[in-house]
């Protein structure tokens, strides 16, 4: 008779306690990542959407991961279920592979395997294809030794077979690949269990199960494959598995779970030796701690950690509830300094650059120093440069402020526009843009309540109610966005009212351009914003529309631009005073030009400007002197425009 | 056992008497408000049943329908039939199918003023094929080409990219097309990964690569000819950029056009028009094959880098006017293009011709401007009556959004077309009947199994086609080809053409770009002149 191995609790405790570290771990240091991971998936309660779950291999699986993965939108609550699953796939590890007490923390591998392939994805989850990935992989881990459980748990070779087969063939249309590796390690198991007291029969009889396990997974994919028009041969054996747009992103994203199919094998081929080790318990002693602070370590190692990936998602987060305030605070917890440490890391780049010998060493120093100096990723500054714009603040505060262009910690190039497009050209004003980008981003990872939301935004904006009804009849089948169906909704059908309801109606005054066609920009949105303040130029304007093109203007460096908007400026804005950043601009652009156009400045930018230009003179810019030049003037227009250097594209 | 079934029937009994009106009902003043729109439509016999779901408010529903002698009456918001019902009522005595919903408000039955679906006897080809595309500008990720039962709700996925394609290789299809609405003869175009123009002829598959040193593009909008192996495609460069503010999201414009015949028994393709100052598109036959109809706009700038962007710049003064060119099959010899319809007089373009198979009718789209009318909201048909003589907007059948992709049934009786009018976005197909005097009946959605699909679904089906018979090949067979093969290319054929006077030229076109014409002779030319 089979018997599920007993837990004790004295051996639970460890897993216990790692299991709410980790909770506290996700809740409060990861609740920005698994909102947006909850935010990028959808599942509606709707017969057509479980309907589609069957139209591809592995969509069942999906389907349940997608339920669970609605709950992210309460960070503690998905936290909460996920380290729970995981919990589950620990205890149910050490049950099926009646792994000792004393080696319980080999049960602790497929797990951190499974935290690592949630955890580890960092930038990667803007190409991740699937609505499921946070739960799926680890109910298909469940399911995968549940079918190696249950196969070892049935007496006979025919019984074994016939469950095989359905597992194989029925577990492959439901969870993919997991069902495989699942069939795959049972009959390897099953084959492996030499002294096994759950299947006596011959040794014929145990290759006869196995043998049946590989013939059903080698045919399975070939013959299901006829029958689903949904994939290609190729991608037969990745069913289940999550895809990205990115193929090698895809390979290295998938390695966790190929080394979990790998170690799950490997642990039914040693189920059979688990007992022996029961009974050498002092030999065994430091195991546990070893293999479990290893796999913390492992863990913790491979845990995307980058404060700008932090950053951005908050600071989009934020954007999206119309919280400007909290938009600029997040960005200036991200990009506070220490000014000692930060004094150090310019004076050693200047000592490493004073000793480059050729173009390349001094080019590859810069890049090292520009991923160690506190700089924020253009996307910061970009949600920043709009926070500001909302709050009126901009031409007074957006060049004092941090400026740069860090490169995301990413093993990919991610283009804004693909990271928060949607909402910052909708925000912008340029809707159609941010329409064209969520669609886009639909087509190539699928529907979100991210992006039903944000297609209802656009479609009410544009008094397209009919349109928006599409996307709100999908938001009505979701669990956590009725609410915010019902209210846009009502927009929907009332201009007046949405007019003057928010989002909306900080983002009308920005509609007040002319179409045109837009320009190919590379997926960046900095360059479609810089175009569009000065190509979409329709004969009215508003005081919000001529400040952005006021303030893209100073951004693009561009003189001929600025006058332009200045003039626009003080037609539609009438400024009593004007904001001290356009002071300075005028300044230096008049300085640069030798013009006098009789504006008047305050004493501060003038002597300011004049302070610059001395310290310029007598210490030059260069590496030894960036760091004191940023600490006195890193707050003027004038310092962006000399030292910033965040632009390689041109106008057109 | 039986006791409990017993119970279930005095339940049943009890809750359907409550929730059934008693007595006279009291007239409801609004109106019928039902999705899709079935009302006062005319449908043929044959097609699946038009299920529908009610938007009138009420606490209870009944629907009662009768046609002549039968009578179904159903309850509830969602009105399906199931086929049997759905027989009696469309085959029922009468010419129409009278529906009277009745609504409960509170305590009180009234009913909403009747309406009919009118049947016509004229009956619709079985089966219909599309594409079934997300709304997007770039990306492709899923397309599915369908073959869908109208007179059933069974779809049937006859090609998908996804079956081909693998992450980092996209694989596009479009332009499904068939000879005579027979699955013995279409073809498609698979693009970019394991690209080329795919024809099953017989149940014979074959993969052709139509770009040759002489042509701008492989063949992209396709028109089979009704009697001989020769399939016109024009030939594009096409691109695409969205409007930064305009209800019309997505501009698509070509670059260059040409139109190219495409013989099938040489694989071989020859020129039909290239002139370099004209945009020539959308090739469509005749019924008798001897006239190829085609829209063409003036369009002169100098060829390089800068006319992508410039001719987005003009493109509302891109105006496609309708031109016919004669064409012998037998000896593959042109005639001089004639103006047909001059839509740039009238500030307006027109494109997609299509001519019904008794020859009676052309279909166009009309717009304000430029190629593509499924993304423009001011496209509407346009209907030639050719027997009467008469050109018109056929405004019964146009909404305020945008109406493209229009095409016959084998019968000349039905046309099928994609319309945006729902909701400004989805393409979705739609029905009317041509009658006699040329008059279309009110549209009607293409019924779907559950009536509500057409509010749920957010992809777009377009290009819709007319099919008599099932497509024999299966996806997978049409997967694995596509896979296994590389395309084949086509030769490149000399046009044969005759001037105004007569006289046959052969032309030849180099890789250069260039061309050379000989002039065979009046005499020899009027032996192979074109029937006109």
């Not at chain 1, 309540?449 to 009919?466: D, Q």
Request: some cysteine; hydrophobic content about 40%; charged content about 20%.
């Amino acid at each position: 008779m089979y018997h599920s191995k007993p837990i004790h609790f004295k051996t639970a405790i460890p897993a216990l306690v790692i299991a709410l570290a980790l909770w506290i771990v996700l809740t409060f240091f990861q609740g920005h990542f698994l909102y947006k991971n909850g935010d990028m998936s959808l599942f509606l309660f709707d017969w057509d959407f479980f309907k589609e779950a069957f139209s591809i291999p592995g969509g069942f699986l999906g389907w349940v991961g997608s339920f669970f993965s609605q709950f992210l939108l309460i960070p503690w609550i998905g936290a909460l279920l996920w380290t729970l699953l995981l919990l589950l796939a620990w205890w149910k590890t050490v049950q099926i592979f009646k792994i000792p007490d004393k080696l319980s923390a080999l049960a602790a591998l497929p797990v951190g395997l499974l935290i690592i392939a949630n955890m580890s994805l960092g930038y990667s989850i803007y190409y991740l294809q699937c609505h499921d990935y946070f739960f799926a992989p680890v109910i298909g881990y469940l399911l995968m030794i549940g079918i190696m459980d249950a196969t070892w748990r049935l007496k006979g070779t025919a019984a074994k077979i016939a469950f095989i087969f359905a597992s194989a063939f029925g577990g492959y249309c439901l969870a993919g690949v997991f069902a495989l590796a699942g069939v795959i390690a049972a009959g390897i198991g099953t084959a492996a269990a030499p002294d096994s007291k759950d299947f006596k029969g011959h040794i014929w009889e145990r290759y006869a199960v196995s043998a049946a396990a590989a013939v059903f997974c080698a045919a399975v994919p070939f013959v299901l494959y006829r029958l689903f028009t949904s994939f290609s041969i190729a991608d037969s054996l990745l069913m289940g598995l999550p895809n990205f747009t990115i193929l090698e992103w895809a390979q290295s994203v998938r390695l966790p779970y190929w080394l979990l199919f790998g170690l799950t094998a490997a642990m039914a081929i040693a189920r059979p030796y688990f007992a022996n080790a029961e009974s050498d318990g002092r030999k065994m002693a430091l195991f546990n701690p070893a293999i479990t602070l290893a796999a913390i370590i492992a863990t913790s190692v491979f845990w995307f950690k980058d404060d700008n990936f932090k950053a951005e998602i908050k600071m989009s987060l934020a954007a999206e509830r119309n919280d400007w305030q909290k938009v600029i605070d997040i960005f200036e917890t991200a990009t506070a300094y220490n000014p000692d440490k930060e004094e150090k890391k310019y004076k050693d780049m200047a000592h490493e650059l004073a000793n480059a010998n050729d173009e390349e060493t001094y080019s590859q120093i810069i890049r090292i120093y520009n991923g160690k100096i506190s700089r924020p990723t253009r996307l910061m500054v970009i949600l920043r440069d709009l926070a500001l714009l909302k709050q009126g603040k901009a031409l007074d505060k957006a060049f004092a402020m941090q400026d740069g262009g860090k490169k995301q910690e990413s093993k990919f190039p991610i283009v804004n526009s693909i990271e928060a497009g949607q909402l910052v050209f909708f925000n912008y004003g340029a809707v159609n843009i941010g329409y064209h980008w969520c669609l886009e981003n639909q087509v190539l990872l699928g529907w979100s309540y991210s992006s039903l939301r944000a297609m209802t935004s656009y479609a009410v904006i544009m008094n397209e109610s009919e349109f928006a009804a599409k996307f709100l009849d999908k938001l009505d089948k979701t669990l956590f966005f009725r609410k915010w169906s019902r209210e846009q909704r009502v927009l929907a059908n009332d201009v007046q009212a949405m007019s003057s309801a928010q989002p909306y109606k900080d983002i009308l005054p920005y509609m007040c351009f002319e179409n045109r066609m837009a320009e190919y920009d590379d997926g960046d949105c900095e360059i479609f914003l810089v175009n569009h303040f000065f190509k979409n130029r329709s004969n009215w304007s508003t005081p919000e529309f001529d400040r952005a093109a006021l303030l893209w203007a100073m951004r693009y460096k561009d003189s001929v631009m600025f006058w332009k908007a200045l003039a626009q400026y003080f037609t539609t804005n009438n400024p009593e005073h004007l904001p001290k950043h356009v002071q300075e601009a005028a300044l230096l652009f008049c300085s640069i030009e030798n013009e006098d156009l009789g504006i008047t400045f305050d004493k501060e930018v003038l002597d300011g400007f004049t302070h610059f230009q001395e310290y310029v003179q007598k210490y030059g810019v260069n590496s030894n002197t960036i760091y004191r030049l940023w600490r006195n003037f890193g707050d003027t227009y004038y310092y962006y425009y000399f030292v910033t250097n965040v632009y390689s594209f041109k106008f057109n | 056992m039986k006791k409990i079934a017993l119970y279930l029937c005095v339940i049943l009994s009890v809750a359907a008497c409550a929730d059934s009106p008693k007595g006279n009902l009291v007239k409801i003043g609004e109106s019928v408000c039902i999705f899709p729109d079935y009302s006062e439509v005319t449908i043929p016999r044959n097609i699946a049943p038009t299920n529908f779901v009610i938007d009138n408010d009420a606490d209870a529903y009944r629907t009662i329908l009768t046609n002549g002698d039968v009578s179904v009456t159903k309850s509830g918001r969602k009105i399906c039939f199931g086929s049997k019902d759905w027989n009696r009522l469309t085959n029922g005595t009468g010419n129409a199918i009278s529906v009277q919903i009745q609504l409960k408000k509170g305590a009180q039955w009234g009913a909403l003023e009747p309406f009919n679906i009118y049947l016509s006897d004229d009956s619709i080809d079985q089966y219909i094929t599309y594409r079934r595309i997300p709304v997007a500008v770039e990306s492709y990720e899923i397309l599915d080409m369908c073959q869908r039962d109208i007179t059933n709700f069974k779809e049937k996925i006859f090609f998908s990219n996804t079956m081909v394609q693998d992450n980092e290789s996209g694989t596009c299809v479009n332009c499904h097309h068939c000879g005579n609405y027979s699955a013995s003869k279409m073809q498609f175009h698979v693009r970019q990964f394991k690209g080329g123009t795919v024809l099953a002829i017989n149940g014979e598959l074959r993969k052709v690569n139509m770009k040759t040193d002489s042509t701008m593009s492989a063949g992209v909008y396709p028109s089979w000819h009704p009697t001989h192996d020769y399939i016109a495609y024009s030939n594009n460069k096409t691109h695409q950029s969205v409007h930064a503010m305009s209800h019309d999201k997505l501009e698509v414009i070509d670059e260059e056009n040409d139109i190219i015949l495409y013989n099938i028994n040489e694989n071989a393709v020859s020129p039909i028009e290239t002139d370099s100052s004209e945009l020539e598109c959308f090739p469509a036959w005749s019924a008798d094959g001897r006239t190829l109809y085609y829209v063409s706009a003036h369009y002169e700038a100098p060829f390089g880098p800068e006319r992508k962007s410039r001719i987005f710049l003009d493109r509302k003064n891109l105006h496609f006017n309708l031109y016919a060119k004669p064409f012998n099959p037998d000896t593959r010899t042109w005639g001089p293009h004639y103006l047909v319809y001059d839509a740039e007089a009238a500030d307006s373009s027109m494109t997609w011709p299509r001519l019904s198979p008794d020859g009676r009718y052309m279909m166009t789209c009309i717009s304000t401007h430029g190629i593509f009318p499924i993304d423009q909201i001011a496209s509407d048909l346009f209907i030639f009556d050719f027997k009467n003589g008469t050109a018109r907007k056929a405004t019964e059948i146009n909404s305020q959004y945008a109406e493209s992709y229009h095409v016959w049934s084998s019968n000349s009786k039905w046309i099928m077309w994609s319309t945006r009018r729902e909701d400004g976005v989805h393409t979705r197909l739609y029905f009317s009947h041509i009658d006699e005097n040329g008059n279309f009946s009110k549209p009607f959605a293409l019924p779907q199994k559950n009536p509500e699909f057409n509010r749920t679904n957010l992809f777009a089906f377009n290009i819709p086609e007319f099919m008599t018979e099932p497509i024999g090949i299966s996806a997978r067979e049409f997967a694995e080809f596509i896979s296994e093969n590389d395309a084949v290319p086509a030769a490149f054929e000399s046009k044969r053409e005759t001037d105004e006077s007569g006289v046959l030229i052969t032309t030849d076109y180099r890789v250069d770009g260039t061309t050379s014409a000989s002039a065979i002779g009046k005499g020899q030319a009027s032996e192979e002149m074109y029937l006109h």
